[in-house]
């Protein structure tokens, strides 16, 4: 039962993000979620750290709609995304930013083309798409490279362009799952830098990742999964648990 | 105000998934081109076939017999009310005396027909009715008429025709609907083939929440064209058979009413045109849709 109950928010402030009771068993028997509950404030930064398959992308998964909890409330941004209609899920994911591991660019679109993209397929009128795109574009710092295709860019360049992708419809929430996971170090800070960027002008962000120095640098709200159970959940944590106690820090909760 | 920003990127989205597979293309337009082409043929065999039968049955007429007893006054006002029937399409009254007349033109060198030393033969009345079809019923109901003795009609062939031009339409019935099931089979499967080649880019505007109907319109734009390129193909190739081989065919089958009015020919394009095009956009909306689905 250790997990049924999460840390109060100590600072009071609104959640965004809002997950109750929630478990997730997929059609295998595998128990991907067990009983989660937890709650994230708005405008906050959080990683989500644990072994790989203990969970991270299958919350992740519940907080865009690509999957539906088998149990509990899933409230993002006030909306019961569990009991969202398929119509709806649309206007869910324009309010929710998604980085992945892999960039999921399109090779023959340039990274203008393929931050517009977003907006041309949700129906933005070209003039808007003219003065949004190069903002997002400045967002990430990419703002030369509209006219090279994914294939001239380095991995953080394509990663960069992923996020302004993300940005450009101004969502409230960005989700980033390993956005690291394939980048060497001097990439993966800039990437982090721009995640931290994005945060800081009141956007929050979601990041489940393995990329311990950035974890241990940032020091933020750090929820770590074990067997799809929240086992810690620290508001200035470190990657490993054995750090984070060492710390000797105050204010970290560390759940049995 | 239109954006024609928004215009160009659907139109280069149409085509970018259109150049992705020509063969699956070419396929797709060349089977709705064969349907087409072979629904036109079959609806022209079966007009030709409903004209002739058509014509065959309105030579089909009632003879009523009339009672020895009934003079030429009352075979008249028999004559006008059958023909105030509007199911009737003309009635001729034959005298006993006409009617020995056009036996004996008719059986000449057969039979001896010095042998008669009477008349035999009543009063009569050539009944035709304007329907096929009404036949059977209207001779019914000229029996029940007084002063009438019996009513003969070519039943046999009537009921023949009749049943033959259901069969006929019944067959024709299955063999379009086959045919219009294998255009949308494959269609179906040339657009399942390109949603499949775009799955990464579907992948994508899903999660960066374009609607349904978004992601839809392109696949929908290519399975229309599919069916009316197919359509057109089809409908000018029926164009110049009928140009080239209705006049030959006309000349050697001289008693067979071929051709087809000029409305008709424009009714019957919109038709088949019409055909191809809702092939094309049913059978892409249930493939994209099932693929949006799962």
Known sequence: ?????????????????????????????????????????????????????????????????????????????????????????????????????????????????????????????????????????????????????????????????????????????????????????????????????????????????????????????????????IVSDEDRGYYSLANGTHGGLGQSTVLP | MVDWGRVQFFLSEVRRSFTRNPVMQITAIGTVTVTILMLGAFLFGRQTLTTIGDQIVRKIEISVFLDDNVDPVTARKLEVQIAADPRVLSVTYISRAEGLALMRERLRGQIDMSLLKSNPLPDALRVRVVDPALVTQVAAHIQKMPGVATTVYAQDVVTKMLRMGDILSRLGLIVVISLVLTAAIIISNTIR???????????????????????????????????????????????????????????????????????????????????????????????????LRT
Request: aromatic share 6%; glycine share 8%; net charge positive.
């Open chain 2, 193 to 291: 083939l390109t949603v499949f080649a775009r799955r990464r880019e579907i992948g994508i505007m899903q999660l960066v929440g374009a609607s349904a109907a978004y992601i839809r319109g392109p696949f929908i734009c290519e399975g229309l064209i599919h069916g009316v390129v197919g359509a057109l193909i089809a409908i000018g190739l029926l164009a110049a058979a009928q140009a080239e081989y209705l006049p030959k065919l006309q000349a050697a089958l001289p008693f067979i009413p071929l051709s087809i009015a000029g409305h008709d020919e424009l009714v019957f394009s919109l038709a088949l045109l019409g055909t191809g095009a809702c092939v094309g956009i049913l059978s892409s909306w249930i493939s994209v849709d099932h693929y």
């Open chain 1, 1 to 229: 039962m250790s997990s049924e109950t999460s840390p109060a928010r100590k600072d009071g402030s609104p959640s965004v993000i809002s997950l109750h009771g929630v478990s997730l068993i997929y059609p295998n028997g595998t128990r991907a979620l067990d009983n989660l509950t937890l709650d994230i404030a708005k405008g906050s930064f959080v990683f989500l750290v644990g072994d790989s398959g203990t969970g991270k992308s299958s919350l992740l998964r519940l907080l865009y709609r690509e999957q539906v909890p088998t149990r509990g409330e899933v409230v993002v941004d006030g909306v019961r995304v569990d009991l969202l209609k398929r119509s709806r899920i649309p206007y869910l994911r324009r309010n929710v930013g998604v980085v992945f591991q892999d960039y999921k660019l399109l090779a023959d679109k340039t990274v203008w083309e393929n931050v517009a993209f977003a907006l041309q397929v949700t129906g933005t009128h070209t003039r808007e798409l003219l003065r949004l795109v190069p903002r997002a574009l400045n967002r990430v710092g990419l703002s030369h490279k509209g006219e090279m295709y994914p294939s001239e860019l380095s991995g953080g360049e394509q990663q960069r362009t992923a996020i302004a992708r993300a940005l450009v419809n101004n969502p409230k929430i960005l989700l980033c799952d390993e956005p690291t996971g394939n980048l060497d170090p001097a990439n993966s800070t800039e990437i982090m830098e721009t995640l931290l960027h994005i945060n800081l002008k009141g956007t929050t962000v979601l990041v489940a990742t393995h990329n311990a120095a950035a974890v241990d640098r940032l020091r933020r709200r750090v929820i770590r999964l074990a067997d799809g159970k």
